[in-house]
Nanobody, 126 residues
Framework: QLQLVESGGGLVQPGGSLRLSCTISGDTLYNYGIAWFRQAPGKEREGVSC????????VFLPSVKGRFSTSRDHAKSTVFLQMNNLRAEDTAVYFCAAEPGMFRECSASSTTFHSWGRGTQVTVSS
């Protein structure tokens, strides 16, 4: 069974950067689309970005385009979310999720993904 573990969250000042990691075990990254979602208090979970099995990355959320990027390291079985120029509105719990068969493009819908990590808290505050 695929397992996902997020790390790298924390408290950062506005304008700062964080890099989140999502490490999988139980299979290879090539077989999955791996997506990042986030959920702020009182709000719905929203898709942030994704990397498909063939390595194509997509940023879904307009508010993070140009600031966030996704990459992966097969040797480490890890997908990264690099977050720059963070804003207070980026504060949320960030989750990674995986779904097999997403070889060329990913879905931004949380209902598409069946394997989830537990999340990591990101707080942007001065």
């Amino acid at each position: 069974q695929l397992q996902l573990v997020e790390s790298g969250g924390g408290l950062v000042q506005p304008g700062g950067s964080l890099r989140l990691s999502c490490t999988i075990s139980g299979d290879t990254l090539y077989n999955y689309g791996i997506a990042w979602f986030r959920q702020a208090p009182g709000k719905e979970r929203e898709g942030v970005s994704c990397v498909a099995g063939d390595g194509i990355t997509t940023v879904f959320l307009p508010s993070v385009k140009g600031r966030f990027s996704t990459s992966r390291d097969h040797a480490k079985s890890t997908v990264f979310l690099q977050m720059n120029n963070l804003r207070a509105e980026d504060t949320a719990v960030y989750f990674c999720a995986a779904e097999p068969g997403m070889f060329r493009e990913c879905s931004a819908s949380s209902t598409t993904f069946h394997s989830w990590g537990r999340g990591t808290q990101v707080t942007v505050s001065s």
